[in-house]
């Protein structure tokens, strides 16, 4: 009879951050179409030429999502009654770029996306380069953990190391 135990590994990894990835998000919103998307263009352009300025290329800047829908509100009028109101279409631009991280390059580019007028929402993530050699790592240390689990409990069970 064949005698099983099931072993879980855990491991812990520490790697300081060598990357940023900044995304951001940039709307327009306008009655017309043709305008929106104008407005929707003139702002990537800004936004491109702004970090085409401290030495991006253009091509850094990658597209996650756009979004063109209507935009509605509900208005109240005078008697009580409910009103669903056109204020225009939208535009939803979600961007990245990613960079090695230093403190003066990340300021450098803040400054780029603040200056450049656009007033985009975004969020800064730390992370490393690398990603894959990481999570080499991290299930290195989770095999061994699991591993050394393995042989304690065969000991304690006198099974030997099989």
């Known amino acids: 009879?064949?005698?099983?135990?099931?072993?879980?590994?855990t491991g812990?990894?520490?790697a300081r951050p060598n990357y940023v990835v900044?995304?951001?998000e940039i709307n327009a919103l306008h009655q017309h179409y043709?305008?929106?998307?104008?407005?929707?263009?003139?702002?990537?352009r800004g936004f491109v030429e702004a970090l085409v300025a401290i030495g991006f290329q253009a091509?850094?800047?990658?597209?996650?999502?756009?979004?063109?829908?209507?935009r509605k509100e509900r208005e109240q009028d005078r008697v009580g009654n409910y009103h669903t109101i056109f204020k225009g279409y939208e535009c939803t631009q979600k961007?990245?770029?990613?960079?090695?991280?230093?403190?003066?390059q990340l300021g450098t580019v803040l400054a780029a996306i603040t200056d450049s007028m656009v007033n985009p929402n975004f969020q800064i993530d730390f992370t490393v380069k690398d990603e894959e050699t990481v999570k080499t790592e991290l299930l290195q240390a989770v095999a061994k953990n699991a591993e050394l689990k393995a042989q304690t409990l065969c000991q304690a069970m006198g099974a030997g190391n099989s």
Do not use: C, P, W, Y
Request: proline share 0%.
């Open 12 to 14: 812990t990894v520490r």
């Open 59 to 70: 091509t850094d800047v990658k597209t996650t999502d756009f979004h063109v829908s209507t």
């Open 1 to 9: 009879m064949t005698r099983t135990i099931t072993i879980t590994g």
């Open 34 to 44: 043709d305008v929106m998307m104008d407005q929707a263009n003139q702002q990537l």
């Open 22 to 24: 900044i995304s951001l």
């Open 95 to 104: 961007l990245k770029i990613g960079f090695d991280f230093t403190n003066e």
